[in-house]
């Protein structure tokens, strides 16, 4: 059974820094994609970024290309999510998500499983 953990969330001042993690497991991910959402209160669920397992393609929402990172190490099984320059509206649950591809994967309803997500808050 998959599973998804994310860890890293956390306060942190405007201009700050985190780094989000997500830790999988439960299947060989070879072939599928990984990917960061995200929920403000009282907003929707939107697409952060997305990376393939196994090569180096990756795409970001407008909002965040610049000063987020995306990446993965493989051995680990781990993706992360590199939060430079933070502004108070990125503040949002943040969720680890798995995609066996195809479509807009800018959609959730790409996406099969989820993390049970990660608390980022930003103070102006």
């Known amino acids: 059974q998959v599973q998804l953990v994310e860890s890293g969330g956390g306060l942190v001042q405007a201009g700050g820094s985190l780094r989000l993690s997500c830790a999988a497991s439960?299947?060989?991910?070879?072939?599928?994609?990984m990917g960061w959402f995200r929920q403000p209160p009282g907003k929707e669920r939107e697409f952060v970024a997305s990376?393939?397992?196994?090569?180096?393609?990756?795409d970001y929402a407008e909002a965040v290309k610049g000063r987020f990172t995306i990446s993965r190490d493989n051995a680990k099984n781990t993706m992360y999510l590199q939060m430079n320059s933070l502004k108070p509206e990125d503040s949002a649950i943040y969720f680890c998500?798995?995609?066996?591809?195809?479509?807009?994967?800018?959609?959730?309803?790409?996406?099969?499983?989820w993390g049970q997500g990660t608390q980022v808050t930003v103070s102006s």
């Open positions: 990376i393939w397992w196994s090569s180096t393609i990756s």
């Open positions: 998500g798995l995609s066996s591809g195809g479509g807009d994967l800018r959609e959730t309803r790409r996406w099969r499983y």
């Open positions: 439960g299947r060989t991910f070879s072939g599928y994609v």
